[in-house]
């Protein structure tokens, strides 16, 4: 059985840029008590192969569960036919070919790893970010007395869904990155110009605002105030 983690950046495990080692871990001994005979660890990184192995840490913990660990070279593919109409052919691990099973981690990342849905939402990690900053300060307590509400999210999307079908398109409303587009582009960039613009802002800062992020124009819009206040309410139910 060939285990292919998340292991493409040359990172430590406190980046999130791979897959945890310790889950690497737990993932081979179930293998191996599930009746594999041999496991083994590989992934085609994209920086230098061994400064990614070595960083990473997941050859570490799984060498400490018996697992092979294969650090894969330009020698070790084969061409395989991959039965298509345009790309008939695709250098494969030759490791691949020789196991049952392969199991790719990738693929459960895009789905539910929290880096990746972080950088897809950044709204979800927003509010992660200001869950965390609070709960250290003593400004929030997680309470789970109000999940008997969270089912209403369903609700909300299957109108949402009828509403599509029904040609009427309702979705920009509750899009996270539809707001936090309108949050940051109406109310927070217009606040930091007239910081700008009054002089509260140190040189150094107005410098870099002024020539990389808000340009040599200002923007300010009518409905402002009332988009900041529905996107601090919007980041305010994280507290509920």
């Known amino acids: 059985m060939a285990i292919k ?11 999130a840029a791979n897959t945890n080692p310790e889950v690497v871990a737990e993932v081979v001994k179930l293998c191996y008590r599930a009746g594999a005979k041999e496991v083994y660890v590989t992934d085609n990184p994209c920086d230098n192969a061994r400064t990614v192995f070595n960083l990473s840490q997941i050859p570490l913990f799984a060498q400490k569960e018996n697992a092979e660990v294969f650090i894969p070279q330009s020698r070790h593919y084969e061409n395989m036919n991959i ?3 345009f790309l008939i052919e695709w250098p494969v691990l030759a490791l691949f070919k020789k196991v049952d099973k392969v199991i790719n981690f990738i693929l459960l990342t ?8 972080g950088w897809v939402c950044p709204f979800g990690t927003m509010h992660h970010f200001f869950s965390f900053i609070f709960e250290k300060i003593g400004l929030y307590k997680k309470d789970n007395s109000l999940q008997n509400f969270y089912k209403w999210k369903y609700y909300i999307l299957f109108f949402i869904l009828f509403g599509a079908i029904l040609g009427v398109n309702l979705s920009g409303y509750f899009d996270p990155l539809s707001i936090i587009v309108k949050g940051f582009g109406i109310f927070l960039l217009p606040v930091v110009s007239l910081l700008y613009k009054y002089q509260f802002l140190p040189y150094g800062i107005k410098d870099i605002l002024f020539y990389y992020i808000l340009g040599r124009e200002e923007f300010y819009y009518s409905q402002a105030f009332m988009v900041g206040l529905f996107f601090f309410d919007i980041i305010n139910i994280e507290f509920l």
């Open 83 to 85: 039965g298509g109409t």
């Open 110 to 117: 895009l789905v539910l790893g929290r880096f990746f849905c």
């Open 5 to 15: 983690p998340n292991m493409a950046w040359a990172r430590e495990p406190m980046y």
